[in-house]
């Protein structure tokens, strides 16, 4: 009877009820493991420089052999570099963009790969409406080149992905890859290359929103591209400055951290220019562990903001000490 008036009560369960009534101790109830969620939250990491706030996007990642893309090296040396770090090829690699308020700007660098490079990429817009801001709020879009990765996000299938924004580029990137008479010469691989340029620019050319400018340019208060020509014909990087604090984003200055910070003069496939490529990276390195200011690039592992400082014949990366904003 006083089993029977536990189970009614409810304050036990059957299994625990068994338990007391054979052993005079209680049974343990199984539960079933939880399943694995399989998913990750939209990525997006703020920061303050100086009076602009600084966002961090992930465009999502992807995994690249890089044992088999650097050059000026070789697979072997490669492994080894990586394997320093706990790392191997293929190599997972952050494809980033950044976003910076400045108080009357909201501008965007970089867009992201869109649909162009798989179902791992493309998620720069729900990165972007987590973070707090909607696309038809980015007032500029700075390009720091046109290869896909950074370019796929302005578009929403032949559409304007960020109906209001003003894309500047430099104008020897726009001049190469949405030339007519470069398409008509282009083969394999680069043919499609120039496609995908022309395709995804085509909404803000025929709207007057592409405005290119050319070499070291100020852009907004705070904001000037700086002309790193080498990877591609107009790569460039942005400077971003308040209250005399400075963050540099570099594009695609380098891919590799566990590689290229400490040997500069590994290069990559993708590059145009391998020798001007290797010279520019080389000078932002020197600036960048002279001065100390912070440094973001496209192909650092996410959240992707640190610092670079001298470390025998090469340079180390020192990530950003994560603190959440107030």
Known sequence: MQLKNLLRSGLFSSSILAGIAVFGIPAISAHAAAPMAKTSAPGFYRTMLGDFEVTVLSDGTVSLPVDKLLTNTTPEKVGKALAKYHQQSPLVTSVNAYLINTGSKLV???????VFFGPTLGKLQSSLKASGYQPEQIDEIYITHMHADHIGGLVDGDKAAFPNAIVRIDQHDTDYWLSQANLDKATGDAKGSFEKSIAILKPYVQTGKLKSFEGDTGLVPGVKAVASHGHTPGHSIYKVESKGQTLVLWGDLMHVAAVQFADPSVTIQFDSDSKAAY???????????????????????????????????GYAWTPLNYAPLP
């Open 108 to 114: 965007l660098i970089d867009s992201g790969a869109g």
């Open 279 to 313: 010279a520019q990276r080389q000078k932002a390195y020197a600036d960048a562990a002279q001065h100390g200011y912070l440094i973001g690039a496209a192909h650092l592992s996410f959240p992707a903001l640190g610092y670079v400082h001298k470390e025998g014949k």
